[in-house]
């Protein structure tokens, strides 16, 4: 997976020679999602770095399937709209505009139906440290069909606070694709 990475972000950059500079960060930045991913049940990961006014803007998205459970049963929990709304909570804007708050609403998916939403600035903690860092983010909840315990967890986030509304719009056009595929179809479709 090391290697694979270091691959890509050699072959990107020889495409883009503006992000050298930045080489070390962006392999230490994927290596990070990678792992990150490995361990939380992530079926999707997808990065993005691109040089904006001699800055790099980096962005990820991941898809992860959950089944709901009980922490205190240890049993499925329901997954339907009702009580994935309530899990997700609002915060409200604090007095300035990188605060963290965050807005919950309902989403139409066009291909999976209604969705639970949180979007908005958070702490982030990072795993294994003591430190945090500050992210706009967007999380999609979408309930798997007919009845099945599962939960599709669509999370984007960016650290690039200043941009917050055009990469939520960004990250609910990415969001809006998605759609559940059954394997059959998978197969028909090769």
Request: charged fraction near 30%.
């Amino acid at each position: 997976m090391n290697r694979s990475i270091r691959e890509v972000v050699a072959k990107r950059v020889k495409q883009r020679p503006e992000l050298a500079e930045h080489q070390a960060d962006l392999i230490k930045t994927l290596k990070r999602v990678a792992r990150e991913a490995r361990t939380a049940d992530v079926v999707y990961s997808g990065s993005m770095c691109e040089i904006v006014d001699g800055e790099p803007m980096v962005a990820s998205l991941t898809v992860s399937v959950n089944t709901a459970m009980n922490e205190t049963t240890g049993e499925t929990a329901p997954t339907g709209l009702d009580t994935l709304m309530r899990v997700l909570t609002p915060i409200e804007p604090g007095r300035r505009l990188t605060d963290p708050w965050r807005r919950v609403r309902l989403v139409e998916l066009p291909d999976a139906g209604q969705a639970a939403r949180a979007e908005g600035i958070e702490d982030v903690e990072i795993p294994e440290d003591s430190r945090s860092y500050r992210a706009a983010m967007m999380q999609t909840l979408v309930p798997f069909p007919d009845g099945d315990p599962k939960v599709a967890v669509i999370s984007a986030s960016t650290p690039q606070l200043a941009l917050i509304e055009p990469m939520l719009e960004l990250f609910d056009l990415i969001t809006s694709t998605f759609r559940f595929v059954h394997r059959a179809e998978l197969d028909t479709e090769s």
